[in-house]
């Protein structure tokens, strides 16, 4: 935005060879707001100044360490912090959620090795097992005997010391088998030891407890959403209070603005057309008195100037000029619009002094029609663009306006103009006009 450099804000009045680049917040009613850097530097308070060119170049997203006003000060501090923060939730979910699921992996695999490697080194072999009752049940000492065939009474004899020893051994046989079942059952009952399902109950039940966090935010979501309703509500009574503020404000101001003048807006900003002998009109400021001085020598028979201040079509304009002779007999002052289509024609937006044409600001709202110049005769201009309309008020208290043929558009921009002009058989004349006071205001 270059609008910064488009506006020359005010020379400080304490030091006045600065410039204003700095609005003061914190002020009594007789105070102006317009400081100069001097000004800041000056005051221990520098919380209670804006500095103008952040204000016009920062970005939306930027944030007044000392504005708005508010109670509790730390608010902004926090504000600003949090938007400052560039972390993001729902990243920071992810992580969490991916980090546990990772550890969580991590963890249960490591648990099914440790189970594994314990189950590995309780192994029973099938073969094992064969060779092991092979041994206890002496199997093959059986077969040996039954296959001596030869002699039976010997292998009777045989059988008989077998089976009776066999018996005998009854105990150690019956402890040593009994080892064997234990083992291999122990194995095969190893995975129903290792029943993870309670295992996972019992972490799904912690898990739950999440639901209840959810819960709780989805309370948290319902009470913002009533707070939102609450603040929309605030906001609108906030409007109102503003419109009372306001109003308030406006009258309490008004009785201190009602005199300001601001022919200083005008300064420098006066514009010569191509039109004749335009250039050749003069435009000065008396600083001290607040007065444009506009003069045309006797060389000028016709031009016109216009002063490049946009007229506003919300807000409305007094003018007030001072006439300082009897001056010639065409002189129209007025307004003239941005594309000055109208000038060669003469501005009918105005009204004709010298020369009693009607065409131009002629309609008698009060008293009677006026054209006059004398010295010190004073008229005042009252510019309401939104209602098209231009009231001219001299000392006597006459009232003319704009005919109705020649109202303003309100979707025009408008800028102050002279014009002055020579009928054909007139004598050239030169003349002194002074604007003496311009005032911008929100109502008459
Ligand atoms: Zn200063």
Request: net charge neutral.
């Amino acid at each position: 935005m270059d609008i910064n450099k488009e506006i020359e804000f005010p020379f400080c009045k304490k030091h006045k060879i600065e410039r204003a680049s700095f609005l003061q917040i914190k002020i009594e009613e007789q105070d102006n707001v317009f400081k100069c850097a001097q000004c800041v530097l000056d005051d221990n308070q520098t919380k209670d100044y804006l500095y103008i060119n952040t204000i016009f170049n920062s970005q939306d997203d930027y944030i007044f360490q000392n504005w708005p006003p508010i109670s509790n000060q730390q608010l902004i501090n926090d504000l600003i912090e949090l938007v400052q923060d560039q972390s993001d939730p729902i990243q920071m979910i992810e992580d969490q959620f991916n980090n546990f699921i990772n550890e969580f992996m991590q963890k249960i695999q490591q648990k099914k090795k440790q189970v594994l490697q314990c189950l590995q080194q309780l192994y029973v072999d099938k073969a094992e097992i064969q060779n092991i009752y092979k041994k206890l049940s002496s199997k093959d000492e059986l077969q040996t005997i039954l296959k001596q065939k030869v002699d039976l009474e010997k292998m009777n004899m045989d059988l008989k010391k077998f089976f009776f020893k066999s018996f005998e051994k009854k105990k150690q046989t019956n402890a040593s088998l009994q080892l064997l079942v234990q083992r291999i059952k122990y194995y095969q009952d190893f995975p129903k030891m290792f029943n993870l399902e309670q295992h996972k109950n019992s972490i799904f039940e912690q898990l739950d407890l999440i639901d209840e966090k959810i819960e709780n935010s989805n309370l948290f979501r319902e009470r913002l959403g009533q707070q939102q309703q609450e603040l929309n509500l605030l906001i609108q009574s906030q409007n109102q209070t503003d419109r009372i503020i306001n109003d308030s404000l406006i009258n309490k101001f008004n009785e201190n603005l009602i005199n300001i003048n601001q022919v200083r807006l005008l300064n420098k900003k006066e514009k010569f057309s191509d039109l004749c002998q335009s250039k050749l009109i003069k435009v000065t400021y008396d600083i001290n008195k607040d007065i444009i001085s506009i003069y045309k020598c006797q060389d000028v028979h016709q031009g016109y100037i216009y002063f490049s201040y946009q007229l506003q079509r919300n807000k409305k304009y007094i003018v007030r000029v001072r006439f300082n002779d009897k001056g010639g007999k065409y002189i129209i002052f007025g307004l003239v619009d941005q594309y000055l289509e109208n000038l060669i024609l003469k501005t009918k937006q105005g009204k004709s002094f010298g020369d009693s044409d009607t065409k131009y600001g002629g309609k008698i709202v009060q008293g009677s029609y006026f054209n006059e110049m004398n010295k010190d005769i004073i008229i005042e201009m009252r510019i309401d663009i939104q209602n098209q309309q231009i009231q001219f008020e001299n000392n006597e208290k006459s009232i003319n306006e704009l005919q109705p043929e020649c109202l303003l558009d309100a979707n025009k921009i408008y800028y102050l103009t002279f014009y002055f002009g020579k009928l054909k058989n007139q004598l050239p004349y030169e003349t002194l006009i002074d604007i003496i006071y311009f005032q911008e205001v929100d109502h008459f």
